[in-house]
């Protein structure tokens, strides 16, 4: 695997950005690719490590090293079938993914770990370029008719898997386009949309439906979609939005990040009927929360033209290093600073947001915050307390609420009478992914609340094992790090 003495010879490399000033003109993917060479010794650093922990480090079971062996020998062909036996989707991951297997990377216990997420991204983007992606139709077909509802890469997984397996799949999208939160979180400057519009083709050939604007519960009541389908697949996302209840919330101004950044969305995408206009340009920006989602809303607000944007967390501030309780090769809270926030945000750490002002007019002007501490007790989850005296008012004209989400929407979980747990979340276990009614599955954020790309394509392959073996008793449909070689 790899060089035996790549590890010594090569530092860790990974892709440059475009400069600040450059970058934020234009919501295009600012990424410099690794010269071929430069990938190559990337590979190269790979160091055959006998009990490859990335494998485990990745929710999808990639075969990093086997990849990574191609790609330094110079096989790209065979790198992209080894990636796509475990990954409908290298591209998006490949942009989007938080690499938990660089955290679990053997090579990081001493070193910089091996550049796995960009090598993975040059596979497919090199596959691509070369016409290697084609598509793959069953070559038989079951007879069996499968409904999943929801396109975002749970749902899509789920599709492609089960439309290999020769079942007819319609995915069913309430919103205009195919992708999810890929195409209507996600922005444009972290992934272009041609990149799910790439794929989409690909799934359209093998022969999968797509019937957008078509919201289930709603346009096709939940009980006429099982009866007139064999199996129903659930990866409806955890789109319920964290509120911040507190004075002032319904100000002009006080805006949902999400309900910011799909509109944004839909403006780069020429979309012109976007009902009222929410634009950071000439505005005081102060955006609560410190993830992905913060994260592209500062890159947003940015490229608007704001006048000031400010970031809040209210968890204490990490450092960059991993912390001693989070040993290797667990994912570490460590301070992760994106490209967004490199570009002129201000971020502040420790801060809870207690009150929005308004002039008469409702208009936010500003908000109010007091420092807080966590208090650690051992046995017990940390608790929050205010620090006395450190109020501070803040003048701002925009709030972005970028809090998380709190699970998913009832309506057809009601319909079809689905148990969920306390937080809205689907009930299935990960032993099959079906739901209390038989025949209907749920898979990804829909199943295991707010979390990533790569889990949601994830569940949605071991998702579209167990269907296949609820509608013909068994499945070759690989389950978790068992590569199906022959496909791309
Ligand atoms: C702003 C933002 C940025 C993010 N950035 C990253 C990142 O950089 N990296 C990362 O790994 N993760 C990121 N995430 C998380 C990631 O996007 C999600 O975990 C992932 O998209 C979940 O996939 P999913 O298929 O389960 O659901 P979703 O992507 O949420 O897709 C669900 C789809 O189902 C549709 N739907 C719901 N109910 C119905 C219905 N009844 N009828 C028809 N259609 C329905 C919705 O319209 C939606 O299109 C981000 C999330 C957000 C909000
Ligand atoms: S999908 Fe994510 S965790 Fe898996 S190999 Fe790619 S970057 Fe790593």
Same mark, same amino acid.
Not at 288 to 317: W, Y
Not at 396 to 422: H, I, K, N, P, R
């Given at each position: 695997?790899?060089?035996?003495?790549?590890?010594?010879?090569?530092?860790?490399?990974?892709?440059?950005?475009?400069?600040?000033?450059?970058?934020?003109?234009?919501? !295009?993917?600012?990424?410099?690719?690794?010269?071929?060479?430069?990938? =190559?010794?990337?590979?190269?650093?790979?160091?055959?490590?006998?009990?490859? %922990?990335?494998?485990?480090?990745?929710?999808?079971?990639?075969?990093?090293?086997?990849?990574?062996?191609? *790609?330094? /020998?110079?096989?790209? +062909?065979?790198?992209?079938?080894?990636?796509?036996?475990?990954?409908?989707f290298?591209e998006f991951?490949?942009?989007?993914?938080?690499?938990?297997?660089?955290?679990?990377?053997?090579?990081?216990?001493?070193?910089?770990?091996?550049?796995?997420?960009?090598?993975? !991204?040059?596979?497919?983007?090199?596959?691509?370029?070369?016409?290697?992606?084609?598509?793959?139709?069953? /070559?038989?077909?079951?007879? =069996?008719? &499968?409904?999943?509802?929801?396109s975002g890469p749970?749902?899509l997984?789920?599709?492609?898997?089960?439309?290999?397996?020769?079942?007819?799949?319609?995915? %069913?999208?309430?919103?205009?386009k195919i992708g999810g939160?890929l195409r209507y979180?996600i922005?444009? %400057?972290?992934m272009e949309k041609n990149v799910i519009d790439r794929r989409l083709e690909?799934l359209?050939?093998?022969?999968?439906?797509?019937?957008?604007?078509?919201?289930?519960?709603?346009?096709?009541?939940?009980?006429?979609? =099982?009866?007139?389908?064999?199996?129903?697949?659930?990866?409806?996302?955890?789109?319920?939005?964290?509120?911040?209840?507190?004075?002032?919330?319904?100000?002009?101004?006080?805006?949902?990040?999400?309900?910011?950044? =799909?509109?944004?969305?839909? $403006?780069?995408?020429?979309?012109?009927?976007?009902?009222?206009?929410?634009?950071?340009?000439?505005?005081?920006?102060?955006?609560?929360?410190?993830?992905?989602?913060?994260?592209?809303?500062?890159?947003?607000?940015? $490229?608007?033209?704001?006048?000031?944007?400010?970031?809040?967390?209210?968890?204490?501030? @990490?450092?960059?290093?991993?912390?001693?309780?989070?040993?290797?090769?667990?994912?570490?809270? $460590?301070?992760?600073?994106?490209?967004?926030?490199?570009?002129?945000? +201000?971020?502040?750490?420790?801060?809870?947001?207690? +009150?929005?002002?308004?002039?008469?007019?409702?208009?936010? !002007?500003?908000?109010?915050? @007091?420092?807080?501490?966590?208090?650690?007790?051992?046995?017990?989850?940390?608790?929050?307390?205010? &620090?006395?005296?450190?109020?501070?008012?803040? !003048?701002?004209?925009?709030?972005?609420?970028?809090?998380? %989400?709190?699970? @998913?929407?009832?309506?057809?979980?009601?319909?079809?009478?689905?148990?969920?747990?306390?937080?809205?979340?689907?009930?299935?276990?990960?032993?099959?992914?079906?739901?209390?009614?038989?025949?209907?599955?749920?898979?990804?954020?829909?199943? $295991?609340?707010?979390?990533?790309? &790569?889990?949601?394509?994830?569940?949605?392959?071991?998702?579209?094992?167990? *269907?296949?073996?609820?509608?013909?008793?068994?499945?070759?449909?690989?389950?978790?790090?068992?590569?199906?070689?022959?496909?791309?």
């Amino acid at each position: 695997m790899g060089k035996i003495t790549g590890f010594l010879e090569f530092d860790r490399k990974i892709e440059d950005y475009a400069p600040v000033e450059e970058r934020i003109k234009n919501y !295009k993917e600012f990424t410099l690719p690794l010269k071929e060479d430069e990938l =190559k010794n990337q590979g190269a650093r790979c160091m055959d490590c006998g009990v490859p %922990f990335c494998h485990s480090g990745c929710p999808l079971g990639n075969l990093i090293p086997d990849f990574n062996d191609a *790609v330094y /020998k110079g096989k790209w +062909e065979k790198a992209a079938t080894i990636l796509h036996s475990t990954n409908n989707f290298p591209e998006f991951t490949g942009r989007l993914c938080p690499a938990p297997c660089e955290e679990a990377c053997v090579l990081g216990i001493n070193e910089d770990p091996v550049s796995i997420e960009n090598i993975e !991204k040059n596979i497919v983007e090199t596959a691509f370029s070369k016409g290697w992606i084609t598509a793959q139709p069953p /070559k038989t077909r079951t007879g =069996k008719k &499968v409904a999943v509802v929801g396109s975002g890469p749970a749902g899509l997984a789920t599709a492609q898997q089960l439309n290999r397996a020769g079942h007819l799949v319609t995915v %069913f999208e309430r919103d205009a386009k195919i992708g999810g939160l890929l195409r209507y979180g996600i922005p444009d %400057f972290k992934m272009e949309k041609n990149v799910i519009d790439r794929r989409l083709e690909v799934l359209k050939e093998e022969g999968i439906v797509f019937k957008t604007n078509t919201h289930i519960g709603v346009d096709i009541d939940a009980n006429t979609l =099982k009866a007139d389908f064999d199996a129903v697949v659930l990866s409806g996302g955890a789109t319920v939005r964290r509120n911040l209840p507190i004075k002032g919330a319904d100000l002009k101004g006080v805006v949902q990040a999400l309900d910011f950044l =799909k509109q944004n969305n839909k $403006r780069v995408d020429g979309i012109t009927d976007l009902g009222e206009e929410i634009k950071a340009t000439g505005k005081d920006v102060i955006v609560i929360g410190g993830g992905d989602t913060g994260s592209d809303c500062i890159g947003t607000s940015i $490229r608007h033209g704001a006048t000031s944007v400010s970031n809040f967390e209210i968890m204490s501030k @990490s450092t960059p290093e991993r912390p001693e309780d989070q040993p290797w090769p667990f994912w570490p809270m $460590r301070l992760r600073t994106s490209s967004s926030h490199k570009e002129g945000a +201000e971020r502040f750490f420790s801060i809870s947001t207690k +009150e929005f002002v308004g002039d008469k007019d409702g208009n936010l !002007k500003a908000l109010i915050t @007091s420092e807080v501490e966590w208090i650690k007790t051992p046995g017990q989850r940390p608790s929050l307390k205010e &620090v006395p005296g450190t109020e501070k008012e803040w !003048k701002c004209d925009l709030v972005l609420l970028a809090m998380g %989400f709190t699970g @998913s929407e009832m309506t057809v979980a009601q319909q079809l009478g689905l148990e969920a747990d306390s937080r809205t979340n689907i009930k299935a276990t990960a032993k099959n992914y079906m739901t209390n009614v038989p025949g209907v599955f749920v898979a990804g954020d829909q199943r $295991r609340g707010q979390s990533l790309i &790569v889990w949601a394509i994830s569940e949605g392959r071991q998702a579209a094992h167990h *269907v296949d073996i609820y509608l013909t008793g068994s499945s070759t449909l690989p389950l978790k790090g068992e590569g199906d070689l022959p496909r791309l």
